[in-house]
Nanobody
Framework: QVRLLESGGGLVQRGDSLRLSCVASGRGIRTYAMGWFRQAPGKEREFVATISAAGGATSYADSVKGRFTISRDNPKPTVYLQLTSLQPEETEVYYC?????????????????WGQGTQVTDSS
């Protein structure tokens, strides 16, 4: 069974940076593709980024390209999302997700396992 635990959320202001972490556990987890999504109240969950098992392939939502970076440290195993130049509308709950196969997909339906989320809040 895959378990995902996110951390790193907090209070931010416009232009701030933040690094989110997702500690993953479960059999074969190092062979899984990983993704980050986000969701604001009353809105659908939105794709942010995904990374292949070895970390050699990544895909990003157009809205975050050049500002957010997904990476992973398989020995730990932990997946990171570095957020920079944050905008107020990006203060949402960020979720980590796992998929047994890297598809470069932006669809939440491709990911079978999810964490509980970590909240990024606008402090202004």
């Amino acid at each position: 069974q895959v378990r995902l635990l996110e951390s790193g959320g907090g209070l931010v202001q416009r232009g701030d940076s933040l690094r989110l972490s997702c500690v993953a556990s479960g059999r074969g987890i190092r062979t899984y593709a990983m993704g980050w999504f986000r969701q604001a109240p009353g809105k659908e969950r939105e794709f942010v980024a995904t990374i292949s098992a070895a970390g050699g392939a990544t895909s990003y939502a157009d809205s975050v390209k050049g500002r957010f970076t997904i990476s992973r440290d398989n020995p730990k195993p932990t997946v990171y999302l570095q957020l920079t130049s944050l905008q107020p509308e990006e203060t949402e709950v960020y979720y980590c997700a796992a998929d047994s196969l890297y598809r470069g997909s932006s669809s939440s339906e491709s990911f079978a396992d999810w964490g509980q989320g970590t909240q990024v809040t606008d402090s202004s």
